[in-house]
Each structure stands twice: as structure tokens, then as C-alpha cells.
């Protein structure tokens, strides 16, 4: 059954998609490369260089997506049950070639690495999808 987006989540997700290629861009200029690989290694490096500085915030949360859509598939979408902790925020959905995989939701990933309760590296976690 799909739900239909309300006109607010509509224009949230028009919106961040629209501007999520200008940031991922933008950041890799900040991290002085030419193009993302998506390695262990350099997620890994990545999650290390936000536990230093969370002013990237933005640009992780769009970067944790995107590996996660370049290594086990997937889309962007929206959090669109109220009772979600994901509300309204960009998520991924059909990973792993599973239409009813989980959503993963970057915030909450972010959320794990600034409290220091991920399991293991982040890159590890994603290549584990």
C-alpha cells in the first residue's frame, strides 16, 4: 500500500533533492578529493572527521546516504509515519534489492556517532548491507 506524501513532506523532499547533489559537491571540495569511492576507508574517515566537527553535519547525513544507495541500492525518500522517529527527514528505502528492507535514516547513524554507539565502523557497517 503506498501512502501519498502530504503537500508539506512533498516540498521537504522536492527541496532536498534538489540540493543534495550541490552539497555533496561542495564537500568534496571541503575534503580536497575529486570523487567519492565510498570505501571502508574512506567512510571510515569520514565518520572521524565528523566526531571532530559537526558543522558538516548537513553534507554527512547526505554523504551516509548516498553510500549506502552506491553500495547495497536503494533510493531517497521521506519519513512519512508520525509515529517514526524519521519523520519528515530524507531516508532511504529498497536497499539491498528489498522492497521491504528497513529504512535507513542518516540521522539516526549521525546520532549513533556522536554518542559513540555504533557497534562497529560505520564503513563497515554499510559494507555490511
Not at 540521522?107 to 559494507?127: A, C, Q, S, T
Request: net charge neutral; with cysteine.
Amino acid at each position: 500500500m503506498e501512502i501519498k506524501l502530504n503537500k508539506e513532506l512533498q516540498n521537504k523532499m522536492n527541496l532536498f533533492l534538489k540540493t543534495k547533489d550541490k552539497k555533496l559537491s561542495e564537500f568534496l571540495k571541503k575534503l580536497g578529493i575529486n570523487k567519492y569511492s565510498f570505501s571502508k576507508d574512506e567512510i571510515n574517515n569520514i565518520e572521524n572527521l565528523y566526531k571532530k566537527d559537526d558543522t558538516i553535519r548537513e553534507y554527512v547525513y547526505i554523504y551516509i546516504g548516498e553510500a549506502v544507495i552506491n553500495i547495497a541500492g536503494g533510493f531517497w525518500s521521506i519519513g512519512k509515519f508520525k509515529k517514526d522517529e524519521a519523520y519528515g527527514l530524507p531516508i532511504i528505502l529498497g536497499w539491498g534489492g528489498n522492497d521491504d528492507s528497513p529504512r535507513i535514516c542518516p540521522d539516526v547513524w549521525l546520532y549513533f556517532i556522536e554518542n559513540d554507539g555504533l557497534r562497529k565502523p560505520l564503513g563497515e557497517m554499510i559494507h555490511s548491507l
